[in-house]
């Protein structure tokens, strides 16, 4: 069974839109939930990762939040640019170390029109 | 400056054929390395997190057995043989520094396999 679930699976939004991307997850415990984006033919690249019980962070247009008790993460793009066209993928880790098993999603597609 | 590099980029694998890849780390303040697989249209899984030089790990799945090597602080390989016919597996690695919200994680551009 699929422990973490993003939605949409893929999404068209124009130049400068905003856009939200949603996490919902089922891994226990949850110690750990980090965004990576994703571009064809590339690595994985971190975007934020998030710790506390209720926690929010902030990297230039990209703000998460994560909701341990709902198990629930969201992914905010701001400003949309043609660049920001790729998958993002939500990805829970079960330990607060590297020694823990590391939970994907299958990802967002994300297309950004002019 | 890329973090991760790692060889081949992509192979074309003859089936019964093993295959051996490296993934090499540019700064070693990175010491934790993993290997993750990914199958066509199927989500990122993984495989092994090593730590240390001589640290060794064998895991057998549907469709490969795999054995992760970390052969030096810089250096971690994957030999993945007795893979399916016809499978397209995408194999990368990642170096991560753990610490809270200043946790970190790089992956390399992966490799493509192809079994014949």
């Known amino acids: 069974k699929t422990q973490v679930e993003q939605s949409p699976q893929s999404l068209v939004v124009r130049q400068g839109e905003n856009c939200v991307l949603q996490?919902?997850?089922?891994?226990?415990?949850?110690?750990?939930l980090r965004w990576f984006k994703q571009d064809t033919g590339k690595g994985l690249v971190s975007l934020t990762v998030l710790v506390d019980q209720k926690d929010k962070t902030s990297n230039g247009r990209y703000s998460a939040t994560l909701d341990k008790d709902a198990k629930h993460s969201t992914l905010h793009i701001t400003a949309t640019l043609l660049d920001d066209t790729a998958t993002y993928i939500c990805?829970?880790?079960?330990?607060?170390?590297?020694?823990?098993?590391?939970?994907f999603g299958a990802g967002t597609q994300l297309i950004v029109i002019p | 400056v890329t973090l991760l590099e790692q060889n081949p980029r992509w192979r074309l694998v003859p089936r019964g054929q093993a295959v051996n890849l490296r993934c090499i780390l540019k700064n070693s303040q990175y010491p934790w390395m993993s290997w993750y697989q990914q199958d066509l249209q199927k989500q990122l899984q993984w495989l092994f997190t090593l730590r240390s030089p001589g640290d060794k790990e064998v895991k057998s799945l549907p469709g490969a057995d795999y054995l992760a090597t970390r052969v030096t602080d810089t250096e971690l390989r994957l030999q993945v043989a007795n893979m399916s016919q016809g499978r397209t597996l995408y194999c990368t690695c990642?170096?991560?520094?753990?610490?809270?919200?200043?946790?970190?994680?790089?992956f390399g551009p992966g490799t493509r396999l192809l079994v014949l």
């Open positions: 990805v829970v880790g079960d330990r607060g170390s590297a020694l823990g098993r590391l939970h």
């Open positions: 996490c919902n997850y089922s891994v226990t415990p949850d110690n750990h």
């Open positions: 990642s170096a991560d520094a753990w610490g809270g919200h200043q946790d970190t994680q790089y």
